[in-house]
């Protein structure tokens, strides 16, 4: 079944499903060498989130996070694909300077309907998702 | 949302991958509020500059966009990590300079005018009354909206330097005339005098009202310098993009029915909260970068005299030049002190050279204690001067 969605940054990507409940910091948040959530107290801590489908509420801090996503993306950590409860403009910035799919708003809530491990599509060039 | 032909031209990249990417990124920020259209820009402020700061990833990303971006309305941008011209007497690493001018290399490229600058308003970029710019830096963002009454949203980095490159910005927030009226009413019961009273009334409104916007009574007059450093310090410490103050700032508001006072217990607490109990070993004026009549206060008031202890003055090269020409910059380095320009203390790697900073600027105090780790010392402008010479805070 298709889920429609808000595309943010254009792109297609299949991955599986890695969500954090917590919204996500990538500025001092996550090692850009290697995708891992370094955050004290974040639910995600330890896990990487490189060739994930990363589904999150929406980011925080630093606008540098959106050059953190980028430095992730050249060091090939990078999430494969975003979906996100609601983006905001640091997470936005990011994923399209790093051609990361994103979208958001889907039409159910990502939190119900996916869980860990996951095999997904994210069409962000038509606007859903789907599970495989 | 509505795009114009040209602007869908420029979407589906017919002018070129930066001029792309930049249109993307904007018409993003459209979506996520909501704009029913974009809107033309005069001018573009950029930040992430410093290598500090944007580190590799941002060198590398500036330099993808210079290879066919171009910008198309009048751009500059934040202070660097160093002073260009006299980074070895900063004591800046060879690596640290190479990557930095690599930055300013891709800026020049994309025909960005490296300023270098937090107060592009007496630099050379000062727009006109309600008109549409797109500018990063905070207190600018702050001093653009309030004290000028020209229109931008807090932008970062990339989308600014998108701006620049399309001209253009989504018509959402602070573009928008219903999005500019005070919010909650703040009077202010007592007199302020000099640029760290007004810093000390950021930091209380800020820390008060969040990023809602304030209508400040209470203020009889301001100085330009006072104005810069209450804008850098309410977006320091609130977020807040723009204020209005009774009889000083040009735009119309109606007057908000909650109300809150600052007296003068609330600024003796803003100044507990920036003093640590230490000695200062490092002196820093210029956060917003100083003003030529600053330099003139900072040089009457080093005349004659030696400092004890670092004293870096950061300005604009653009001010730097008078001064040079008129003779402050002569006694300010006679005295002992240094000029420094394209730069600020908060994005320079100074991590590690100092123990306690001295400033005159609220938002100085919190970046130094975030980015260098410094304790930080906050008066006014006399009583850093005083403590450059003598080496003890009193």
Redesign the interface.
């Known amino acids: 079944m298709e889920i429609k969605g808000?595309i943010?940054?254009?792109g297609v990507a299949n991955g599986r499903v890695l969500i954090s409940k917590q919204p996500l910091s990538f500025y001092g948040g996550v090692n850009?060498e290697n995708g891992v959530v370094v955050e004290k107290g974040h639910e995600l801590k330890g896990r990487s989130i490189k060739g994930k489908v990363l589904v999150f509420p929406h980011g925080k801090g630093s606008?540098?996070g959106?050059?953190?996503l980028?430095?992730l993306r050249?060091n090939r950590a990078a999430p494969k694909a975003i979906i996100n409860e609601e983006?905001?403009?640091?997470v936005?910035?990011g994923a399209?300077?790093s051609e990361i799919p994103l979208i958001d708003k889907l039409e159910k809530n990502p939190f119900r309907f996916l869980r860990n491990g996951d095999l997904i599509k994210v069409d962000a060039v038509k606007g859903f998702v789907k599970k495989k | 949302m509505y795009l114009t032909r040209e602007e869908e031209a420029i979407f589906d990249g017919e002018f070129g991958r930066a001029a792309q990417k930049s249109m993307e990124i904007i018409v993003a920020l459209g979506e996520i509020y909501d704009a029913d259209r974009l809107i033309e820009v005069k001018s573009a402020q950029i930040a992430g500059v410093s290598y500090h700061n944007i580190g590799d990833a941002g060198l590398e990303f500036l330099e993808v966009l210079a290879k066919d971006g171009k910008a198309r309305v009048l751009a500059t941008t934040n202070p660097a990590g160093m002073d260009l011209k006299n980074w070895r007497k900063q004591d800046i690493e060879d690596s640290f300079a190479r990557k930095q001018l690599r930055i300013m290399n891709a800026f020049k490229k994309m025909r960005i005018t490296t300023s270098c600058t937090c107060t592009p308003y007496i630099a050379g970029n000062l727009p006109k009354f309600r008109e549409h710019v797109a500018w990063s830096e905070s207190s600018a963002v702050a001093y653009a909206n309030s004290v000028i009454g020209a229109r931008t949203n807090r932008e970062g980095g990339p989308s600014a330097l998108a701006s620049a490159l399309t001209g253009k910005t989504a018509n959402y927030g602070l573009h928008l005339q219903e999005n500019r009226n005070a919010e909650v009413a703040v009077n202010v019961k007592m007199q302020l005098r000099g640029t760290s009273d007004f810093g000390a009334l950021g930091w209380c409104i800020g820390m008060e009202i969040k990023n809602r916007i304030p209508y400040i009574t209470g203020i009889k007059s301001a100085s330009m310098e006072e104005l810069k450093s209450l804008s850098a310090s309410i977006a320091t410490y609130g977020g807040t993009a723009m204020f209005h103050i009774d009889g000083i700032t040009p735009e119309r508001t109606d007057r908000p029915g909650e109300r809150v006072a600052i007296n003068r217990g609330n600024i003796a607490d803003a100044y507990e909260g920036l003093n640590d109990d230490a000695a200062p070993d490092f002196i820093s004026i210029g956060c917003p970068h100083c003003s030529l009549n600053e330099l003139r206060k900072v040089s009457e008031l080093l005349k004659g005299r030696k400092v004890s202890t670092e004293l870096w003055v950061t300005t604009s090269r653009e001010v730097k030049k008078l001064s040079d020409r008129i003779g402050y910059t002569k006694i300010i380095e006679k005295a002992g002190g240094r000029i420094a320009c394209d730069t600020c203390v908060a994005v320079a790697p100074l991590k590690g050279r100092f123990r306690c900073m001295a400033t005159d600027s609220a938002k100085n105090c919190y970046y130094t204690k975030g980015s260098n780790g410094f304790k930080t010392r906050f008066g006014e402008l006399k009583t850093c001067i005083d403590a450059a010479v003598s080496g003890e805070w009193r």
């Open positions: 808000r943010i940054s254009k850009p606008t540098v959106s050059y953190t980028y430095r050249k983006c905001e403009p640091v936005a910035v399209i300077i």
